[in-house]
């Protein structure tokens, strides 16, 4: 009696313990997969709840379907088009691709809009038309950072027609010289150095660059990016003084 009972004990136990690994090995997966998403939004910020309101969005297109949006032009115009599909029109934007090791790519899109405007109809309008699934990031709260995080490694990034002069010459140079070093400190837990101030000379620097003859218009020049979250020149206008600007000015 015993060896009859036995058998279907040991096999209802075998049973139970499968059972155990099924659902200690879902469980491994599904935090190794919250993980991965909880890593991604840490790049970029956790995506907005559908009741938050913007006039500024940074779009991710990840894992890019390279057939049907090969450029950065292409992902622009069907962005475009999902903003005009809800009746407005995007004031300015810019849009870059980085390339991925295994030869794919992602894009990222940074939109200025005239007022503030509800964005689930527009990734719903990507997605049902063009197959495209965009993260909206809740990380970036005016254009400029937005506009900064986009085109901070594409060299050949796009922008709208008529869209305001954000490069100066200090950033492109900074940008080239340390974009590695503060990718690696970042991975690595070092917190980032507090961004510096312009100097006099690379304010000169600007001010040839961007042809600019008078204290009038470097004025109105640091007033149309303090406009859309740009402060350094603005910065150094109001705290240097009316002295050092004017030297600045003579020795450009």
Same mark, same amino acid.
């Given at each position: 009696?015993?060896?009859? #009972? ?5 096999? %209802? ?7 155990? #690994?099924?659902?200690? /090995?879902?469980? !491994?997966?599904?935090?190794?997969? =919250? ?9 970029? $910020?956790?995506?907005? &709840? ?7 969005? /940074?779009?991710?297109?990840? %894992? ?9 032009? *292409? ?12 009746? !407005?029109?995007?004031?300015?934007? @810019?849009?870059?691709?980085? =390339? ?21 109809? !527009?990734? =719903? ?54 974009? $590695? $070093?503060?990718?690696?400190? &970042? =991975? *690595? ?5 507090? %961004? ?11 001010? !040839?660059?961007? +042809? /600019? ?6 004025? @109105?020049?640091?007033?149309? +990016?303090? @406009? ?9 206008? /109001? ?6 600007? @004017? ?6």
């Amino acid at each position: 009696m015993r060896g009859e #009972v036995s058998e279907p004990c040991t096999t %209802r136990k075998h049973s139970q313990f499968l059972l155990t #690994v099924g659902v200690t /090995l879902t469980t !491994v997966v599904s935090m190794s997969m =919250a993980s991965t998403s909880r890593s991604s939004d840490s790049q970029e $910020g956790a995506e907005l &709840s559908p009741r938050q309101v913007r006039s500024v969005y /940074l779009l991710t297109y990840s %894992r890019a379907d390279l057939t049907e949006t090969a450029t950065r032009e *292409s992902f622009a115009a069907k962005v475009e088009a999902a903003f005009t599909h809800i009746g !407005v029109t995007i004031t300015h934007w @810019a849009c870059s691709r980085e =390339a991925h090791t295994d030869g794919g790519a992602h894009y990222h899109m940074a939109v200025k809009l005239p007022t503030l405007r509800r964005w689930m109809a !527009v990734k =719903a309008f990507l997605a049902s038309q063009f197959g495209i699934v965009c993260h909206f990031s809740g990380h970036h709260t005016n254009y400029f950072t937005a506009w900064k995080y986009v085109t901070k490694e594409d060299e050949e990034f796009i922008q709208s027609e008529n869209h305001p002069d954000l490069v100066n010459p200090t950033d492109m140079r900074k940008v080239n010289e340390m974009t $590695g $070093g503060k990718r690696r400190a &970042s =991975a *690595s837990g070092v917190p980032k150095k507090k %961004r510096a101030r312009l100097t006099p000379f690379e304010v000169s620097e600007i001010i !040839v660059q961007k +042809q /600019l003859k008078n204290r009038l218009e470097l004025m @109105a020049f640091a007033n149309a +990016q303090k @406009a859309l979250g740009k402060t350094d020149l603005a910065e150094f206008i /109001l705290n240097r003084g009316p002295k050092c600007v @004017a030297a600045t000015l003579q020795v450009s």
